[in-house]
């Protein structure tokens, strides 16, 4: 009986073990995935805008959200999933939401890259609760629609639609949630 225990114990301990891998496994694919889909969104940006490249390079680090997906009607809403990246290296992941309430309908998807200019604006972002309100212009990157990006206000924000249409003129604002690539 003692050994029908232990042997039972041993069966359900190696199950928790490779559950436990599979999961680890299984958020790894989703970060890796993630980590491909923001740099593939930064070499766009690029080759839309060329001048990005030096922004990038100057900055004190930037957050790519590959895949920003927004609807509404009248209240509008929009969420996505970002890398934080410093010296060029994954530091962190970050959460998108938005919300907001106007003359809106429809649905699109888009990039969206926010660069940080100083350290001080960087550290604010890494602190958690960081929100653009409505009023942070931020550029369109669309192709033979280049305009002129620059720092304003400590940051740069550049967005790349991907798909959808949406006629838009509402109030809102962004918010973002950081999570160390530690944690």
Request: charged share 25%; hydrophobic share 45%; glycine share 10%.
């Amino acid at each position: 009986m003692k050994m029908k225990k232990k042997l039972n114990l041993g069966l359900l301990l190696l199950a928790f073990i490779s559950f436990s891998a599979i999961n680890l496994n299984a958020q790894s694919e989703k970060q890796k995935d993630l980590i491909d889909d923001a740099t593939a969104s930064k070499a766009a940006f690029i080759e839309e805008e060329p001048e990005l490249a030096a922004l990038f390079e100057k900055a004190a680090g930037y957050v790519i959200f590959p895949n920003v997906g927004e609807g509404a009607y009248i209240l509008g809403g929009a969420a996505g999933n970002g890398v934080l990246f410093e010296d060029g290296q994954v530091a962190g992941f970050s959460e998108l939401r938005q919300v907001d309430i106007g003359l809106q309908i429809g649905g699109q998807a888009y990039r969206q890259a926010i660069l940080f200019q100083t350290e001080a604006e960087l550290d604010e972002f890494k602190e958690g609760n960081y929100k653009l309100s409505g009023k942070a212009s931020a550029v369109i990157v669309e192709e033979g629609k280049a305009k002129s990006v620059n720092f304003k206000k400590g940051r740069a924000i550049v967005t790349m639609p991907k798909a959808g249409a949406m006629v838009d003129i509402s109030v809102g604002g962004q918010k973002f949630e950081y999570r160390d690539w530690s944690e």
